[in-house]
T-cell receptor, first 112, second 114 residues
Framework: GEDVEQSLFLSVREGDSSVINCTYT??????LYWYKQEPGAGLQLLTY?????DMKQDQRLTVLLNKKDKHLSLRIADTQTGDSAIYFC????????????FGPGTSLSVIP | EPEVTQTPSHQVTQMGQEVILRCVPI?????FYWYRQILGQKVEFLVS????????KSEIFDDQFSVERPDGSNFTLKIRSTKLEDSAMYFC????????????FGSGTRLTVV
């Protein structure tokens, strides 16, 4: 199947860490991505991880991949009000490496 | 930083009319894509285009849809006879030879069919 699932809403206080979770069903996923969409804007690629990695860190962002459980998470350290947006988990597969399959998105609200 | 540019940002059209959504991909990119996002729903793949032909398309991309690269810079999505359910945000993207991790998305065209 092509399902990528995420919880739809997350609310955190400014300065706390946010953890956005995602599960996927297809073990042939090659790359997994996190995109950010601010209101009225396009899809901004935040980070991606190759399926043979289990962690990637990029400044305030940490991506963890548990391939056995098909679970991906995005941790945002020291969350700021500017981080409020919708975050999409996405994947591409070996058989169709240029087609991105998106999850439903998690709406992150940061409370000042 | 290079951008993918989409025009118009918002288009309102009457049911049954033809619309053309325009995109200018990043100049040295070779792969081009259209995605759509119906309000409140997932972003869905429509079509990928490489070397002047469609490389993959989804079930959504039926005979009402077509894509074209009319010159060296533009990439267009045409919907021949719009339906109410075509109302959505349409995103264009382009990538280099590296594939999806090199994607850059445009900021989208909101199409409203009335």
């Amino acid at each position: 199947g092509e399902d990528v699932e995420q919880s739809l809403f997350l609310s955190v206080r400014e300065g706390d860490s946010s953890v956005i979770n995602c599960t996927y069903t297809d073990s042939s996923s090659t790359y997994l991505y996190w995109y950010k969409q601010e209101p009225g804007a396009g899809l901004q690629l935040l980070t991606y991880i190759f399926s043979n990695m289990d962690m990637k860190q990029d400044q305030r962002l940490t991506v963890l991949l548990n391939k056995k459980d098909k679970h991906l998470s995005l941790r945002i350290a020291d969350t700021q009000t500017g981080d409020s947006a919708i975050y999409f988990c996405a994947e591409t597969k070996e058989t169709s490496y240029d087609k991105v399959i998106f999850g439903p998105g998690t709406s992150l609200s940061v409370i000042p | 930083e290079p951008e993918v540019t989409q025009t118009p940002s918002h288009q309102v059209t009457q049911m049954g009319q033809e619309v053309i959504l325009r995109c200018v991909p990043i100049s040295n990119h070779l792969y081009f894509y259209w995605y759509r996002q119906i309000l409140g729903q997932k972003v869905e793949f429509l079509v990928s285009f490489y070397n002047n032909e469609i490389s993959e398309k989804s079930e959504i991309f039926d005979d009402q849809f077509s894509v074209e690269r009319p010159d060296g810079s533009n990439f267009t999505l045409k919907i021949r006879s719009t339906k109410l359910e075509d109302s959505a945000m349409y995103f264009c993207a382009s990538s280099g030879p590296g594939g999806a991790y090199g994607y850059t998305f445009g900021s989208g065209t909101r199409l409203t069919v009335v």
